[in-house]
């Protein structure tokens, strides 16, 4: 049987739409050794019970002797540590207590690591347990994160037990491996001023880099990060704070926190609220809180000045004195104008009805593409109005670039702007007269 002609013969041509981006609300809490998970995994945690039923249990130790004011432990099971290695370890439940304690440990075999011990404790008869001492700080990360609040949920990058270069090392392979995978990490407080850091942190001070480091600092270290690290959120704790604070966490939960569009606009770093968070003592501190401010260096204040009680960022600045969203912006912009201009031109090579072609009329689609990823950026509070996005002329760049036509490459488009930013300081001034005016 012969099928009827079709009067109307209908084409449909596909535009495909764009998946959202979502590295810039991507953040990962760092571990050695203080979950179960394998090292290089990265396991999601959208409370902190998810972290807890990870968390390495204590395990079993089968001696501990005592010689010349050094104490040796042999575990029960092979405990998976490098030999040489220094490593922080909680020694727990031991008899005599005089073992008990948190100590900078060296492994010296598969069972076996020593520490310092002065005072000899007596014979041991109850050897307890050993646990990696960064488990109490990671839980402190979770705690503090969730505390700001449960939308966002958070990653934890288990990098293997081990000391700060080990740390590093693996963190530098898993970059390398894992690029645009997480945005922003939170640090170890050990990693503080480690020279290993520091020489990772160079890799990330292009203005394309897209990674950054949360770090907590302290008064006698934070000039170890130079004013070149756009990379590093440097934070110092105030003294004394609980065991289950991990301040900078609140400060990159905000960051992660944006998610801009029309009705959820980007607010300034400085002064954003956090919480379970402890302000840095403002009396007898005046000096140092001015040095660094200065020095581009973060602290946890309050609002008092306003009027206000909550606790904030000061001044929410990464090492290179710009204001978080400085680079939140520039980031935006270039993964934003990479993912529309990509996508007119994949959609454009796929629709017969109106391809796009390298012509005239083909750089003014990439232009309008381009302009109206910058008009959102305007709307989302990223960008400070007007901006314009440029293109070299068809007929004008075939001429000074003869031989990127036949290769189908076109660098004519462009735009200068500036990103939005709030205010840091007010400057009121007030003339007093003793005399009336004539008004």
Not at 169 to 180: D, I, R
Not at 242 to 249: D, N, P, Q, W
Not at 308 to 329: A, E, F, P, Q, R
Not at 374 to 382: E, H, P
């Amino acid at each position: 049987m012969t099928a009827a002609l079709s009067i109307v013969t209908v084409t449909v041509p596909q535009q495909v739409g764009e998946a959202p981006i979502l590295l810039q609300e991507t953040g990962a809490a760092i571990s050695q050794g203080s979950t179960t998970a394998a090292a290089n995994t990265l396991t999601l945690i959208t409370q902190v019970s998810d972290l807890t039923a990870i968390l390495t249990a204590a395990k079993a130790i089968s001696t501990i002797t005592w010689a010349s004011s050094v104490a040796t432990v042999t575990t029960a099971a092979p405990h998976g540590f490098t030999v040489s290695d220094t490593i922080s370890i909680v020694i727990a439940g031991a008899v005599p207590t005089g073992y008990n304690g948190t100590f900078t440990c060296t492994v010296t075999g598969a069972s076996t690591f020593t520490y310092p011990l002065t005072t000899n404790p007596g014979s041991e008869t109850t050897p307890g347990t050993y646990l990696v001492a960064e488990e109490a700080e990671l839980l402190a990360m979770i705690t503090t994160w969730f505390a700001q609040g449960s939308a966002n949920a958070l990653y934890v990058l288990e990098l293997g037990a081990g000391n700060p270069n080990d740390g590093v090392a693996t963190l530098t392979t898993w970059l390398n491996n894992n690029p645009a995978t997480v945005y922003s990490f939170l640090v170890p407080r050990e990693w503080d001023a480690n020279a290993n850091f520091i020489s990772l942190l160079a890799s990330y001070e292009n203005t394309t880099a897209k990674t950054y480091f949360f770090v907590t600092t302290t008064t006698g270290t934070y000039t170890n990060y130079t004013n070149l690290m756009k990379c590093v959120f440097a934070l110092i704790e105030a003294p004394g704070i609980s065991a289950t604070e991990f301040s900078v966490a609140a400060a990159m939960w905000v960051l992660n926190n944006y998610n801009p569009s029309a009705v959820n606009l980007v607010t300034p770093f400085a002064f954003s609220y956090v919480y379970g968070v402890t302000p840095y003592p403002t009396v007898g501190n005046q000096a140092l809180r001015t040095t660094l401010k200065t020095a581009n260096i973060n602290i946890i204040g309050l609002g008092s000045e306003g009027g206000i009680t909550n606790t904030l960022l000061l001044w929410g600045t990464t090492k290179d004195g710009h204001d978080m969203t400085y680079w939140y912006s520039v980031d935006w912009v270039q993964l934003h104008v990479d993912e529309d201009v990509s996508a007119a031109v994949i959609n454009g090579s796929n629709n017969p009805q109106n391809p796009l072609y390298y012509d005239q009329a083909g750089i003014n689609t990439l232009q309008a593409v381009a302009q109206g990823t910058m008009s959102r950026g305007v709307t989302y509070g990223l960008v400070l109005p007007p901006v314009t996005v440029t293109a070299i002329p068809f007929a004008t760049y075939v001429v000074q670039n003869p031989s990127d036509y036949p290769l189908g490459i076109y660098r004519g488009l462009a735009v200068i702007y500036t990103p939005q930013r709030g205010f840091t300081e007010i400057i009121f001034n007030v003339t007093v007269s003793a005399f009336p005016s004539n008004g």
